[in-house]
C-alpha cells in the first residue's frame, strides 16, 4: 500500500474530526519517526508534547510489556498490586497527598472541575449549584461538552450546546483581570482553571510574576488555583512542572499525555487531603483508570524523565533552539518571532490567521524531512521529543531556516 491508500481508507471509515499533515508514519524511534514509505523524519510534535521522552523508549515500553504480559485490568471493583505503587511514586515526586488516576487529558480536566465543585459546596461553603470555575480566554483543555462550554474557539463549540454553566471567562496573563473576577464573584469561585503556558493558543508564555500572582489572589480568596499541565508538565518547559518556574504549588494538578511518555492513554489529577478527600466511592471513576498497565508505564515514563535529566536537556536546548532560530528569524519577512519555555516553542508566521502559509510551510518542511503542525493560521509550534540530540535539534533548525527562505518575498 502506498501512503494515499492508507489515507484513502481513514478519508472512507474514519470520521473526518482531524485535518492530518498528509503522511502516514510507522515506526518511531527516540526523536526519529519513519513514514510508510521508510523516509526518515524528525518528530517536532511528539504527540502535542506527548512523546517527550522518544518513541518507543525502551524502558517504557519494557515495562507496558511485561506489566501486560502479567495482568493488564480489573477495574477499580478491585484491587491492583500497581496502582498503590505508583500512587504513592506520582504523589511523591509532585508532592501531593493523593491522586486520581484518569485516562486522557479532557478527562482529568474534567475530573478537576467535578473535584474542585464538590470542594467549594462541602468545605468553602458555596451554596449548591453556585460554583463558579475562572477560565482565560483562548484556552484549550480538551473538547468534551463540558469543556467547549468554556471556549472561545467557536469551530470546536458551535452547534454542540446546550452548554455546561458555571464558569468565566477572562483575559490570560492578566491579574486585574483575576483580581475583577474574583471580586465580583466573591463567595462564589470554586477555582482558577489556568495553563502555566498556553499551549494550542500558540505556545503564549505569561509574563514572569504571573502564576505567582494568580496563585495568591487564589489564596486571598479562598478559591483553588488548577495548574492544566497536560501539555507542559513532565520537563517540556525546563523544568518538571510549568509552575516550578514561579515555585507555585497548585491546588489541583492534571497531567496527561507525556506521564506515560506517549506510550499508552494516562492522566492523572493530584490534590492534598483538604482537597481530594472530598470524593467518595461511586461519585466518580473509569474502567481503565489506575489500570495495572498504566501505573506501570506511568513509573517508567516518569522516571525515564528524572534518570536522562529530561528537564536540564529542555532548558538546555531550548535555549539554543531559540537563539539559533532567532538569529534567522531577525532578519526575516516571513517569520516575525520565535517564542517559547524549554522546548515548547513556536514561531509566528509574519501573515494573517486565515491564510495557509504555516500550512503549506509545514507541508515543505515535511518533504524536507522535519513534521510539525500549524497551531492556528499563522503559528507553528515545534516541541521535539527531549531525548533529541544537539546535532539534530540544529538540522532540524537549519529545516526550518531553509524552509523560511524559500518563503520569504
Ligand atoms: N489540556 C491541555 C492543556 C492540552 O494541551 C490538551 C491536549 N492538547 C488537553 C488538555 C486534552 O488532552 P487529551 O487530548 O488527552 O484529552
Not at 486522557?104 to 463558579?132: C, D, F, H, M
Not at 478559591?223 to 507555585?248: M, P, Y
Not at 503559528?379 to 538540522?395: C, G, H, K, N, Y
Amino acid at each position: 500500500m502506498n501512503q494515499q491508500d492508507y489515507i484513502a481508507l481513514e478519508d472512507q471509515y474514519g470520521a473526518h474530526n482531524y485535518h492530518p499533515l498528509p503522511v502516514v508514519l510507522a515506526r518511531g524511534e527516540g526523536a526519529k519517526v519513519w513514514d510508510t514509505d521508510g523516509k526518515e523524519y524528525f518528530d517536532f510534535l511528539s504527540a502535542y508534547s506527548a512523546v517527550n521522552q522518544g518513541h518507543c523508549h525502551p524502558k517504557i515500553v519494557g515495562a507496558m510489556v511485561e506489566q501486560a504480559q502479567t495482568l493488564t485490568l480489573t477495574s477499580r471493583a478491585f484491587h491492583n498490586d500497581q496502582l498503590g505503587k505508583y500512587e504513592k511514586f506520582v504523589c511523591d515526586y509532585f508532592g501531593f497527598d493523593k491522586v486520581l488516576p484518569m485516562n486522557t487529558g479532557a478527562e482529568a480536566v474534567e475530573t478537576a472541575i467535578k473535584l474542585a465543585r464538590k470542594w467549594a459546596y462541602e468545605v468553602s461553603g458555596i451554596p449548591e449549584n453556585e460554583a463558579q470555575i475562572i477560565v482565560c480566554e483562548n484556552n484549550f483543555h480538551g473538547r468534551t461538552t463540558t469543556i467547549i462550554s468554556f471556549s472561545n474557539d467557536e469551530n470546536a463549540r458551535r452547534s454542540f450546546g446546550p452548554y455546561t454553566d458555571g464558569f468565566i471567562r477572562i483575559a490570560y496573563d492578566d491579574l486585574d483581570a483575576l483580581k475583577a473576577a474574583l471580586e465580583a464573584n466573591k463567595g462564589r469561585v470554586a477555582g482558577f482553571l489556568v495553563e502555566p503556558i498556553q499551549g494550542e493558543a500558540g505556545v503564549y508564555v505569561p509574563s514572569e510574576g504571573y502564576l505567582k500572582g494568580a496563585k495568591e489572589l487564589c489564596e486571598q480568596y479562598g478559591t483553588l488555583f488548577i495548574a492544566d499541565e497536560v501539555q507542559t508538565g513532565i520537563s517540556r518547559t525546563g523544568k518538571r512542572l510549568a509552575v516550578d518556574h514561579e515555585n507555585v504549588k497548585p491546588d489541583i494538578l492534571i497531567l496527561g499525555k507525556a506521564i506515560s511518555g506517549g506510550v499508552y492513554p494516562v492522566s492523572a489529577v493530584l490534590a492534598d487531603n483538604a482537597v481530594m478527600n472530598v470524593i467518595k466511592p461511586g461519585q466518580h471513576g473509569s474502567t481503565f483508570g489506575g489500570n495495572p498497565v498504566a501505573a506501570a508505564v506511568a513509573m517508567a515514563a516518569l522516571t525515564v524523565a528524572e534518570e536522562e535529566n529530561l528537564a536540564e536537556r529542555a532548558e538546555e536546548l531550548g535555549q539554543k533552539f531559540r537563539s539559533e532560530l532567532g538569529k534567522y528569524i531577525k532578519q526575516s519577512q516571513i517569520a516575525k518571532l520565535v517564542r517559547g519555555k524549554g522546548l515548547l516553542n513556536a514561531v509566528v508566521i509574519n501573515d494573517h490567521e486565515e491564510s495557509d502559509t504555516a500550512w503549506n510551510i509545514c507541508m515543505r518542511m515535511a518533504e524536507k524531512g522535519l513534521l510539525a503542525k500549524p497551531t492556528h493560521g499563522n503559528i507553528i509550534r515545534f516541541a521535539p521529543p527531549l531525548v533529541i540530540s544537539e546535532q539534530d535539534l540544529m538540522r532540524g533548525v537549519n529545516i526550518i531556516t531553509e524552509t523560511l527562505k524559500e518563503f520569504e518575498g
